[in-house]
């Protein structure tokens, strides 16, 4: 049975838009502390979804727990996740270090899937998982971003890494097919309730307004949140949790491409050859099954 062109064209999409947002995030958090620019981010995408939501009345969840597994996917992605990096960021800790933490997703989603979800790794699927992370790991190896790091950091990162684990296999177990702007509505809802007054206790919301700083919200609200976003949840609840995850392998090299042009990070010969390593991995994995 052939797959619908959208979802062909997915995960090249998504891993576009996904990857550009590490560096563009970073432009923007020169311009304002992390949770400020994470609630002002999903302030604004309820600023756009409400109205369309308004006009366009798409059907909402049936039942409170319907409701909930929305909710609690967009807390582990939205708060977990997000918020976490970005506190390890604040707190000192190098982007690389938290790449190679949050790089162990595919890994740890294919040890907890089978149970969780049902699904089973064949032994292609873990040859082209191990791929993967040795790309990922020499992207970031070769960067030389990876030094002493404090505690405190890691940690962020590791809990980072399992809220969007488990963001990943709820949806996979639980999610049913939502209008995108109804799940959206929902999640960023639940971010921003969390974001908001966390971003107001701790950093009373102080922003440098410029024309980049604009378009950094820009690029986060539209790109990263509503797009990207919607089609990570359309791919997890069309295909295997697995396959999904393995393209978080190619989002460390990604990031690096995107950051030479943007943060005048070069990439190193060395970081081109782990890209192109984990681009095998990531083919072994979604290379369709014998019929």
Known sequence: MSRPLWLIAAPVLF???WSAGFGIAKLGLQHAPPLTLLAMRYVLVLVILLPL??????????SLRAWVDVAVVGFLIQVVYFGLCYVAFKSGTSAGAVAIVVCLQPILVALIAPRFVGERISVRGWAGLALGLAGAALVILSRGSVASEGLFGIACAALALLGITGGTLWEKRFGVTHHPITSNLIQYATGAA????????????????????????????????LLAMSLLLAMIRAGEVSRVSSLFYLVPPLSALFAWPLLGEVMPPLGWAGMALAALGVALVNRPKAA
Do not use: G, H, K, Q
Request: one cysteine or more; proline letters at 9%.
């Open 53 to 62: 939501a308004a006009i366009i009345r798409p059907p909402l969840p049936r």
């Open 194 to 225: 969390f974001c908001v007054p966390l971003a107001w206790a701790s950093e009373a919301f102080v922003v440098t307004w410029n024309l980049e700083f604009a378009a950094v919200l820009f690029y986060l609200v539209v790109a990263n949140s």
């Open 15 to 17: 891993l576009l838009l």
